[in-house]
C-alpha cells in the first residue's frame, strides 16, 4: 500500500532557549546540538521508504534520545539498534516509522505525534515511547507533569512499551511523579515498562556534551528495550 509521506515534525525552538545558550559556550555541546536537524531530516528519509510495503509496524515515540541525537550516526541510537535484534530475532520484515521530535516534551507525543499517526491512518503492531527529560528541564511541577503524563497515558494505544526514567537527582521528584503515573497504568495492563538507564560503565556511554547517550548508552539502550520485546513475542 503505498502512502503519502509524513509531515515532518519538528519543535518549534524560542531564540533563547537552554542548548542554545550551552552551544555558545560549549563546543562539546554544540556538536550534539548541530546534530538536531541533520537527525531529523535522516529520519523523514527513513519514514517515507516504510511507510510502504507489507510487515508489521513499529511506530517509534519521543524526544532526541529515540531520534539518537548523540551518537556518531542516527543508526547508531537505540531505535535502530532494537529494530535490528528484532529483524534477527524474530522477522526480517519488521518496519519502524519514527515520529519522535528532538526537544519534545510530553505534550508533543499526545498533540503532533499520536495526531500524526492517527491521521496517517497508522496501525501499528508495536508502539515505543521514551518521553519526559525535557518537561523536567523546563521546570513543570510535579503537578503538571502528572497531569500531562495522564492525558498520555490516556492517548497512548494499548500495550505501548513505555520507558521509565530514573528516580535520581536533578528533579528526582518529578521523575517520581511521572513513574507513578506510568506505572499505574502499566498495574492496570495499559502499558508495558522498561528501564533505558539501567547502564555499566562504558567509555563511550554519554555523548560528547555529557547528556545526551553516546554510542555505548544506546548500545545499553537497546538491549533494555529487546528484553522488553522479547516478552511481548513470547507473549
Known amino acids: 500500500m503505498n502512502r503519502a509521506p509524513l509531515t515532518p515534525l519538528r519543535v518549534d525552538r524560542r531564540p533563547l532557549n537552554l542548548a542554545r545558550i550551552l552551544a555558545t559556550i560549549s563546543e562539546n555541546v554544540a556538536v550534539v546540538d548541530r546534530q538536531r536537524e541533520p537527525w531529523a531530516r535522516y529520519w523523514d528519509r527513513w519514514n517515507a521508504v516504510h511507510l510502504q510495503g507489507r510487515g508489521p509496524l513499529w511506530v517509534a515515540l519521543g524526544d532526541s534520545t529515540s531520534q539518537g541525537v548523540g551518537a556518531r550516526h542516527p543508526q547508531r541510537g ?10 534477527e530475532r524474530d522477522r526480517p520484515d519488521w518496519r519502524l516509522v519514527n515520529l519522535s521530535m528532538t526537544g519534545a516534551r510530553i505534550r508533543h507525543v499526545v498533540d503532533d505525534q499520536l495526531t500524526t ?40 494505544p494499548e500495550g505501548t512499551i513505555v520507558g521509565t526514567l530514573r528516580e535520581r537527582h536533578p528533579w528526582r521528584a518529578r521523575k517520581t511523579a511521572l513513574n507513578a503515573v506510568l506505572r499505574r497504568a502499566a498495574d492496570r495492563g495499559h502499558l508495558q515498562l522498561f528501564d533505558p538507564w539501567h547502564w555499566t560503565v562504558d567509555e563511550d556511554a554519554l555523548a560528547a556534551d555529557r547528556f545526551h ?20 513475542l513470547r507473549g
Open 78 to 87: 537505540f531505535v535502530p539498534g532494537a529494530l535490528r535484534l528484532l529483524w
Open 117 to 156: 499517526m492517527h491521521r496517517a491512518g497508522l496501525c501499528p503492531d508495536l508502539v515505543t515511547c521514551l518521553i519526559g527529560v525535557n518537561d523536567m528541564i523546563a521546570g513543570s511541577t510535579r503537578h503538571r507533569i502528572s497531569r500531562d503524563t495522564d492525558r498520555l497515558v490516556a492517548a497512548l
Open 213 to 232: 547517550p553516546g554510542d555505548g548508552g544506546y548500545r545499553q539502550m537497546a538491549l533494555a528495550l529487546d528484553m522488553a520485546l522479547r516478552g511481548r
